[in-house]
Nanobody
Framework: QVQLAESGGGLVQAGASLRLSCATS????????MGWFRQAPGKEREFVAA????????YYSASVKGRFTISKDDAANVVYLEMNSLKPEDSAVYLC??????????????????WGPGTQVTVSS
């Protein structure tokens, strides 16, 4: 069974940075794409970023491109999301996800089978 556990969220001021971590068990991220999503109260789950199995493919939503960076440590089986220049509109629960297909790096939440419980990020103005 694949299990994902996010950490690193918190309350920060606008312009600050945070690094989120997603510890993964039950699946080797060296052979699987992984993704990050976020969900704000009353809003749909939104794609943030994805990384391909070999780490060469990096994909971002338009709203975070240039500010967020997805990366991973295959040896530790951990996926990261470095978030810089945070804005109040970035406030949400951030969730790590593993796709049904090991190769999927797209933005459709329905294509991701496994999800962590999420970590709260709150950005004050």
């Amino acid at each position: 069974q694949v299990q994902l556990a996010e950490s690193g969220g918190g309350l920060v001021q606008a312009g600050a940075s945070l690094r989120l971590s997603c510890a993964t068990s039950g699946r080797s991220i060296s052979t699987s794409a992984m993704g990050w999503f976020r969900q704000a109260p009353g809003k749909e789950r939104e794609f943030v970023a994805a990384i391909s199995a070999n780490g060469d493919g990096l994909y971002y939503s338009a709203s975070v491109k240039g500010r967020f960076t997805i990366s991973k440590d295959d040896a530790a089986n951990v996926v990261y999301l470095e978030m810089n220049s945070l804005k109040p509109e970035d406030s949400a629960v951030y969730l790590c996800a593993a796709p049904s297909s090991y190769y999927y790096t797209g933005p459709s939440a329905a294509r991701y089978m496994f999800w962590g419980p999420g970590t709260q990020v709150t950005v004050s103005s």
